[in-house]
């Protein structure tokens, strides 16, 4: 769009690349104003679950926007954010008795972690230290960027980030020194919590650890009286095969992150659900120990009830079906596309497939991650690969042979580049 004066995410605009223009979407498919319907593989940078368009989100969408669009939600509330509110401690681990909303991924962690310090300080203890993974990523405001990895992403911003204390990835066969790390930063630093992506990295190359693992730094914890937060604003709603990964290691959360797959992806909403504990420690007949924090848009109306019909979804269609055979047709995809040269670390999670395209410079900045989106976006399929890192992240709607067009179009880019 020459001339626009739009500033795009992530986007360098002085590359002059070519930004299609999306007139609609409807299930797995995106159409441009100019060119070939695309499938979208990503699900629109890991929202879309149940597909663009879903009609009954529509129809619920259509119809509070007739009732009610938005209103102050301090000291006002409404049903459609009481109904979710109630449906997502229904649904969510019971453990998991508040609700605390806000409107993307990044402030819901932002939330979260000043739950977590105002828990600590309302009970007069002065724990604030924050433990992280390394390689993490939870978001691009400055409490996220201080808990997510250093470099690309937030070099420039150094100097505003505060300290936390970092974690080895649990790579294979080096978990216990994760572990270990884990037990010393608990016993010497006595923190206020831990923050993780359970069981895969997002933006940090897509890496998957164990459930163990997870099992056992929830334990550790535990232990040592820390917070446990999960940002499953990308993980949670199915992705990684159950409804939030954190299951998968029998654990829960002090705090849970959610986003992106709440609504299904069509509008934005977030919330921190926590328990009673974290709750108490705010409640008090003093006004100066309220938590402190909303945005203009808290509890939007319309987005709550977008959010209402994706719970409906999951409560009464076999979503979960639905995500253990898209789950099933990846693992055979992905085996077929191993054969082609040139990559490795052939990794699968759930709905969610991963390798590296072996380069000179690995990294986030690699050329050869836009070689592929714009190679995959010419044979009708759109990607984003993490630099050299390839991923695949589909809606759960997706039809078999659209997935065998998307790993066709990765193979015929890695046979023509001779990785």
Not at 47 to 70: F, N, S, W, Y
Request: one cysteine or more; proline letters at 6%; hydrophobic letters at 45%.
């Amino acid at each position: 769009m020459p001339g626009s004066p739009v500033w795009h995410p992530f986007t360098q605009h002085g590359l002059r690349e070519e930004l299609p223009l999306i007139a609609r979407a409807q299930g797995t498919l995106l159409y441009p104003q100019d060119g070939a319907p695309l499938i979208d593989a990503i699900s629109s940078w890991w929202v879309t679950t149940h597909g663009h368009g879903h009609p009954r989100i529509m129809a619920a969408i259509a119809e509070q926007a007739g009732k009610l669009d938005q209103i102050i939600f301090a000291g006002f509330t409404h049903e459609p954010a009481e109904e979710l509110a109630r449906g997502l401690t229904k649904i969510m681990p019971p453990e998991l008795t508040r609700v605390f909303f806000s409107d993307s991924g990044s402030t819901s962690v932002e939330v979260a972690l000043k739950m977590a310090l105002g828990y600590w300080k309302n009970r007069d203890e002065a724990r604030h230290r924050i433990i992280v993974m390394e390689r993490s990523y939870h978001g691009d405001t400055i409490g996220t960027m201080s808990v997510g990895a250093r470099g690309v992403f937030n070099r420039a911003y150094e100097e505003l980030l505060f300290d936390v204390s970092t974690l080895p990835f649990p790579a294979a066969g080096a978990e216990q020194h994760t572990l270990d790390a884990l037990e010393r930063f608990c016993r010497e630093e006595a923190p206020a919590a831990l923050i993780v992506e359970p069981l895969i990295l997002g933006a940090g190359g897509m890496l998957i650890y164990p459930a163990q693992v997870l099992s056992d730094m929830h334990a550790i914890c535990r232990h040592h009286d820390v917070l446990f937060i999960a940002d499953e604003v990308m993980t949670a709603w199915g992705r990684t095969g159950t409804l939030l990964a954190c299951e998968q290691a029998g654990i829960v959360p002090d705090i849970l992150c959610l986003s992106k797959g709440l609504t299904g992806g069509s509008l934005p909403l977030a919330v921190t659900m926590a328990t009673d504990a974290i709750f108490d420690a705010h409640w008090s007949d003093d006004r100066a120990r309220m938590f402190f924090h909303s945005s203009s848009y808290t509890a939007n109306p319309i987005a709550c009830a977008a959010a209402n019909a994706n719970l409906g979804l999951w409560n009464t269609e076999p979503v979960r079906d639905r995500i253990a055979s898209l789950a099933a047709i990846q693992t055979s995809a992905l085996a077929k596309l191993s054969t082609c040269s040139g990559m490795s670390g052939q990794r699968q999670i759930g709905t969610i497939t991963a390798f590296d395209i072996t380069v000179d410079t690995p990294g986030y900045t690699s050329e050869i991650g836009r070689a592929l989106a714009a190679s995959a976006r010419a044979s009708g399929a759109l990607l984003r690969p993490l630099g050299n890192t390839v991923y695949v992240m589909p809606p759960y709607c997706i039809e078999p042979e659209q997935l065998a067009r998307v790993y066709q179009a990765i193979h015929d880019f890695l046979d023509a580049k001779d990785c």
